[in-house]
């Protein structure tokens, strides 16, 4: 059988193009373009309206003059020539195609033997039998523009001039006109090239920046000139390369602190198991029971303390996702669940609660292991009979404050500054069981909440562990 022939579907739509996968204009193109396109429409619309404006008035010119020339040609005296009377406008009249227009029995139109004959029809025609006051008409077959105006009984003094020489003076301005826009337009569109690449290097940059960080992981941040928008957009961006950077130097560092408390509980384990499996072989010395009872209880308590350790990475790599929705959290709910568990693994250890009704907007879950980190905290270094304090109570300024307090031998100066760091144990931590994680989830839980977390000494000489958390009251 042969093998199918896969369909393509050229129809999907390429995401670096249009349908066709062509490539579309660039930004910086698109404001080229824009400029051209806008300087253009302003320029159309100059062009076009001064072109009707001159249009207009050079047509009233004409027409001005003309009916002014035909007022004076019916009003200048009659001239006696050689063979007849003619108006003395005959005798001045160059430029005009001019003549006199009589309704009889019979049309007659005299004009001067030097001139050329003037056009005349149904409209001069009724000027003269007084049918109309004046007429002024476009002639087409001669492109002039004639007027007529009564001359006496059965007469009309008929002018028109040539349009001729103010259609060029129209052509002519049309092409400046075209010739200064076409010259605007490029200008517009060289100015907006110059914009488009000064005001977009910023974005070139950013762009330098984001390929190079995808090609090297190079998080340096990108020089910002200027105050304008583009500028805060790259300051913007630089902290978000500055929160990138921090990011990964935490993983970094948690990767390592990882592999280094690993490594301990691992090299035991493995020691312990090939000891049994040395024991096993045969003819090899056999371990007495209460040897294998010891390896046999430091493997179980290396597995648990492997166990707490990778649920404690596992928290933390949980705190470090974004939160979308939050919810309404009772802060005495919490601490009382908290308690709870604590209770059944504190033995003897009692708990002196006092708590005030405290509410605030965040994870309960991640408050609850927080609060419960910290009692654990305070359980492990009191000694057994000895009572653990837990208050909760607003403070005034809009924060409340947990406070746990232990009747432990407290901690040590140099180590205050360290206990809420990602696997620092105190000198007499070491022998205790734990990961070095504990306070340093409550940290982070406490810092995502709005709030601080603080190591101190209480009054009685133990431990005093303070979580400040924003909200109100119930």
């Excluded at 400029?35 to 619309?45: E, F, M, N, P, R």
């Excluded at 978000?240 to 990882?258: K, P």
Aim: charged share 25%.
């Amino acid at each position: 059988m042969t093998e199918p022939v896969p369909v393509v579907d050229v129809s999907e739509k390429d995401p670096r193009g249009d349908r066709w996968g062509t490539r579309r204009f660039s930004l910086r193109g698109r404001v080229t373009l824009l400029a051209a396109a806008s300087v253009a429409g302003a320029v159309a619309l100059v062009s076009l309206g001064a072109y009707l404006v001159v249009r207009d008035n050079l047509y009233q010119q004409v027409d001005d003059n003309l009916l002014a020339r035909a007022q004076a040609a019916v009003e200048s005296p009659q001239v006696q020539t050689e063979l007849q009377q003619v108006p003395g406008a005959f005798l001045a009249s160059a430029d005009l195609q001019i003549g006199q227009l009589t309704v009889g029995q019979k049309v007659r139109l005299t004009y001067p033997q030097s001139g050329s004959r003037p056009p005349y029809g149904d409209d001069e025609i009724a000027v003269a039998s007084g049918d109309k006051a004046f007429s002024l008409r476009t002639d087409p077959k001669t492109d002039s523009r004639v007027v007529a105006l009564p001359q006496g009984a059965g007469q009309a003094m008929v002018l028109a001039q040539s349009l001729g020489p103010t259609k060029r003076t129209l052509n002519e301005l049309s092409v400046v006109l075209f010739l200064i826009g076409g010259a605007g337009i490029l200008v517009a569109a060289a100015a907006g090239t110059a914009v488009a690449r000064a005001g977009l290097r910023p974005v070139d940059r950013l762009t330098s920046a984001a390929e190079r960080v995808a090609t090297t992981g190079d998080l340096r941040p990108i020089p910002v000139s200027g105050d304008d928008e583009l500028a805060r957009l790259t300051q913007s961006f630089n902290t978000m390369l500055g929160t990138v950077a921090e990011s990964q130097e935490r993983q970094r560092q948690l990767v390592a602190d990882a592999g280094h408390e690993l490594r301990t509980p691992l090299t035991s384990l493995r020691t312990n198991l090939e000891l049994l499996l040395s024991a096993s072989r045969p003819g090899a010395r056999t371990l007495s029971d209460e040897d294998r009872s010891d390896i046999e209880a430091d493997i179980r308590g290396q597995l648990d303390e492997l166990t707490q350790l990778i649920g404690d990475l596992v928290e933390l790599a949980r705190q470090d996702e974004p939160r979308i929705e939050h919810e309404r959290v009772e802060m005495v709910d919490v601490v009382e669940r908290a308690l709870d568990r604590a209770r059944r693994r504190a033995g003897e250890i009692e708990f002196d609660v006092s708590l005030q009704p405290w509410v605030l907007t965040g994870d309960t879950s991640a408050l609850e292991r927080a609060v419960l980190n910290l009692l654990d905290n305070a359980v492990k270094f009191s000694p057994e009979g000895s009572t653990v304090g837990v208050r909760l109570y607003p403070v005034g300024d809009g924060t409340a404050v947990l406070e746990v307090e232990d009747s432990g031998p407290g901690i040590a100066d140099e180590d205050l500054p360290k206990v809420f760091d990602r696997f620092y144990r105190s000198s007499e931590a070491r022998t205790l069981p734990g990961s070095g994680l504990g306070l340093a989830i409550v940290q982070h839980a406490a810092q995502r909440h709005g709030g601080d977390v603080y190591a101190g000494r209480a009054a009685t000489g133990g431990a005093l562990m303070t979580l400040r958390l924003p909200g109100a009251p119930a």
